[in-house]
């Protein structure tokens, strides 16, 4: 079955860290990317991986969010560090047109 899945959302203080992890079965992946839904808003993009490893963030995550992968494991990760009540959001990973069923990430203040 080919599918995504999400995990590691949950609920942190401001200034408080959390790392997703995105696992793919039955694809292998190539270009990745984390996205973002809050509440009453469009979904966005946070950060995205490509093959070659290159790396890019919204400027709202940069220097706070690191994207990264494990080729071995199929695992694309997101560690968000300094985290603040604005980033409350369901994340979701997405590769090809696959999306997953999304994580939520809560920061309280």
């Known amino acids: 079955q080919v599918q995504l899945v999400e995990s590691g959302g949950g609920l942190v203080q401001a200034g408080g860290s959390l790392r997703l992890s995105c696992a793919a079965s039955g694809i292998i992946f190539s270009t990745v990317g984390w996205y973002r839904q809050a509440p009453g808003k469009q979904r966005e993009l946070v950060a995205r991986?490509?093959?070659?490893?290159?790396?890019n963030y919204a400027d709202s995550v940069k220097g706070r969010f690191t994207i990264s992968r494990d080729n071995a494991k199929n695992t694309v990760y997101l560690q968000m560090n300094d985290l603040k009540p604005e980033d409350t959001a369901v994340y979701y990973c997405?590769?090809?047109?696959?999306w997953g069923q999304g994580t939520q990430v809560t920061v309280s203040s």
């Open positions: 997405n590769a090809y047109q696959l």
């Open positions: 991986i490509v093959s070659g490893g290159f790396r």
